[in-house]
């Protein structure tokens, strides 16, 4: 025969520490999430400059106007193209850093941050 221990389940404080620790898990990822798929539709908006032959972009302000164009396009809100852009042309191609970072507030006095740094390069139309 068992024991009543052995046969016990979870006790409802059990229940609500997994469900607590679940909630703050989904609060940070739904805070987060949003500025990881702008990260990416930068990231598409800058490399389709290479694929897109109408566009015939050959110089920087062009590269600028067009991705601030797909910014507004994308609904891309809080990022300072001067700042966070570094734009080049080197060897018949772009060279694109885009570096820059996002906060958000968490609880109290903690936030969560993410930085974004990569570097493209995108050849000249």
Known sequence: MQMARSQGGWSLLNVMLVLSLVAVIASGVFK???HYLDFMSLEEIITSVE???AANVRTIGEFNARLSKGMQVNSIRGIN???AVTIKIE???FRVHLKYERREPFIRNLDLVARFD???RVRLP
């Open 81 to 83: 193209l001067d700042e």
């Open 118 to 120: 990569k570097e493209f």
């Open 91 to 93: 060897n018949n191609e």
């Open 32 to 34: 987060m999430l949003p």
């Open 51 to 53: 694929n897109d032959k």
